[in-house]
């Protein structure tokens, strides 16, 4: 999944589907600073709270100092499909 990372927010929250330059992305603001991989922490921590997951399942594969990231939700297809569909409807 691809994530448009908003560092050093007000708060923690997932604002929802966004098309950047490189596609359709979710756009995550965190209060965390991109120091030491302490956004990225707090990202897959949002992400795992948020769709219930344990936080193993979750891994920044592409876009650790970038704002623009890949993250790999593991798991059965079907059954994350299924469970993350509210979050991947039509970017705004």
Request: cysteine-free; aromatic content about 2%; hydrophobic content about 40%.
């Amino acid at each position: 999944m691809r994530v448009l990372a908003a560092p050093k927010a007000s708060r923690n929250i997932i604002e929802g589907p966004v098309e950047t330059a490189q596609g359709a992305a979710l756009k995550v603001r965190v209060t965390a600073p991109p120091d030491r991989g302490k956004a990225n922490h707090a990202i897959l921590k949002l992400l795992a709270k948020t769709w219930r997951l344990p936080p193993r399942q979750l891994t920044i594969v592409a876009g650790e100092t970038d704002r623009h990231k890949t993250v790999l939700v593991a798991g059965e297809p079907g059954s994350l499909a299924t469970h993350l569909k509210p979050w991947l409807g039509d970017p705004a």
